[in-house]
């Protein structure tokens, strides 16, 4: 059988920060509440004119140039995203122009925070049916701008920023298992109800908080440990037979949550958390990870990776692949 493996990664973040000290000034919180509780010290923060896709070219580019390939060579460029430009065109038409890879095809993932490993999933199973030779998978977001700065449980969490990494065929290694959750009966404890078709920005909801992120902190804290528990052991079991790895990269959402999991699991030491520069940047969180542990020397070809996230939907997703 045909594998399909990461050949190269790539992050990208806007320069301008946000740091806890400055939440102090914007919200009733504090830098020692945000740590405790998070772990998160700051968030980078794009300008008003930049956009999620702006943040995944730049991104891209990075991983194209890891990969050593053109974007000539690109059949296809898959994005996830919460936050995507605009209604039409796509986030992946807009990278498509932006990089100027005229010969792949561009198309969106919405699954929130686990939209990444879907996508990852999707570009494997593409080129393992021998259908494309090379995608591209980025996670970008512009959670800035669907963040109520007014509400103290929420705006401390999130960052933006994109990642990105190069999908091809490859001979040793690479994507060995996936899996692929959704709970539909999770939609009440994280959403944004208004900005949509259903529920367009209409001046009388112009200023409801329903525009923004509505979060149940305690419920979806609770999925998340759960569920991330679970998928790991399930796709792990799937691709070895055991709970074997060498790295853990978790969706960064909470310093907290990716403790619990890494202790039920008995992989503490193993699990990657970087939160503390970028806080919560959803469908990007795990390639920006899979990048720093790359350039950082902690991911090294032939060891055994786990990527796991959950997100708003419920939705949730695992990945096992061992590095190439
Ligand atoms: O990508 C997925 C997105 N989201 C997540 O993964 C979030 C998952 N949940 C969490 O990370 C945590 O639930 C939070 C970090 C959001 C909250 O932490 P918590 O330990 O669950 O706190 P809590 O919601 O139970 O609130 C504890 C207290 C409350 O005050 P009272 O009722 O005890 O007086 C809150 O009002 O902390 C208060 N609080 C804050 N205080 C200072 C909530 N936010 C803040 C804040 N600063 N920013």
């Known amino acids: 059988m045909r594998h399909a493996g990461i050949v190269g990664v790539g992050m990208y973040v806007p320069p301008g920060t946000l740091t806890n000290r400055d939440l102090e000034r914007m919200v009733d919180t504090s830098d020692e509440w945000i740590r405790q509780r998070t772990g998160i010290e700051e968030r980078h923060i794009a300008d008003p004119e930049v956009g999620s896709s702006d943040l995944a070219v730049q991104a891209a580019k990075a991983a194209l140039a890891d990969a050593g390939c053109g974007t000539e060579d690109l059949d296809l460029i898959l994005v996830a995203t919460t936050t995507p430009d605009q209604p039409f065109p796509t986030t992946a038409v807009m990278v498509q122009k932006g990089l100027e890879a005229w010969r792949a095809g561009a198309v969106d993932v919405g699954a929130t925070c686990s939209g990444f490993i879907y996508g990852l999933s999707l570009a494997g199973a593409l080129i393992e049916a021998g259908r494309m030779e090379r995608v591209l998978v980025i996670g970008a977001e512009t959670l800035s701008r669907l963040t109520n700065w007014e509400d103290r449980s929420t705006c401390v969490l999130f960052g933006d920023g994109a990642g990105a990494v190069v999908v091809q065929a490859v001979s040793e290694g690479g994507l060995r298992a996936f899996e692929l959750g959704a709970d539909g009966r999770g939609t009440e404890f994280l959403n944004a109800w208004v900005g949509g078709f259903k529920r367009p920005v209409t001046a009388d909801l112009l200023d409801s908080p329903n525009r923004f992120i509505n979060m149940t902190g305690r419920e979806v804290f609770k999925f998340a440990v759960r569920t991330m528990e679970e998928s790991v052991r399930r796709v792990a079991d799937r691709a070895w037979g055991s709970l074997e790895m060498d790295l853990l990269v978790p969706h960064q959402a909470n310093a907290r949550i990716i403790e619990a999991v890494g202790q039920r699991l008995g992989v503490a030491d193993k699990a990657l958390i970087n939160i503390q520069r ?27 990776v786990v990527l796991t996230g959950f997100g708003g ?12």
């Open 313 to 324: 939907g419920f939705t949730y997703a695992g990945a096992a692949l061992e590095w190439v």
């Open 278 to 304: 970028y806080g919560n940047t959803s469908a990007a969180s795990i390639p920006i990870a899979l990048t720093e542990a790359k350039a950082s020397g902690r991911l090294r070809p032939g060891m055994r």
